[in-house]
Structures are given as structure tokens and as C-alpha cells.
């Protein structure tokens, strides 16, 4: 199932928003913590949108789908150091675990894994950046 690009822009749209309004009422910090969260939620969410085209694409490229789960990884450890909130936690956790598990399917020949648990799981993240 395939998410298209303009619904990404959009949660990420909402998820900046969201961001902005929360730093009106909250302290420095938690703005400052909040924004980390809500460019990194995006940045996955670029990341997601990639790793569908690489599934779409697997037979001409395999390796784009490696590259695209090493860059949500990445912007997961972002994340998951720069943050105590025990729901982004959760939200980190079961993002890296659907990614895990597109990459073992990767690994075990399958060329069109189901991508539909990261990009349920980037959603789950983008939500919990924006509380």
C-alpha cells in the first residue's frame, strides 16, 4: 500500500504546525526538543516515501531499499537520543522494529515487502512529536 508523497508533505505540514503552537506555551527547551522531533519526523517521513519507491523499483535497483531503512534508522537514533517522552519511545520502538522487519524480508529474497507497518508506524511518530 503505497502513501503517496503529498500525504507525507502534508503530516509533515501538520506536524510543523503543530510543533509551532505547542512552542507558544511550552519553555525554550521544550520547543527546542519538540522541533528536533518534528524535522526528524519528516525527515523519516522522507525516508518512508523513498523506501516505497525502492520496494516499487526493487527489481531494477535491490540495494535502494538498504539505503532508504539505514536513513530512517539514523534519523530513529536521532530521536531516540535526544528524547526521555516515553510515548516518542514507544512510537521509535515499533518504527525500528517494522523496519527490522522489512530488512529481514529484504535479506530472505523477498523483493516487494510490505512496507505499510513502517509507514503506520512513521505516522504513529509524527502523532506523539506533535503532543
Known sequence: MAVSRRRLTTVAAVVATAAF???????????????????????IADSVTALQQA??????????????????????????????????????????QAVENVRTAVRNGDRTPDVSPVTAAAGELTKVCTK
Do not use: W, Y
Open 21 to 43: 503552537t505547542a512552542g507558544l506555551t511550552t519553555g525554550c527547551d521544550s520547543v527546542d526538543k519538540a522541533l528536533d522531533c518534528v524535522q526528524t519526523a519528516d525527515s
Open 55 to 96: 520496494v516499487e523499483n526493487a527489481t531494477n535497483d535491490p540495494t535502494r531499499a538498504d539505503t532508504s531503512l539505514d536513513a530512517i534508522e539514523k534519523n530513529l537514533d536521532k530521536i531516540g537520543d535526544k528524547t526521555d517522552h516515553a510515548d516518542v519511545n514507544k512510537a521509535v520502538d515499533h518504527l525500528k
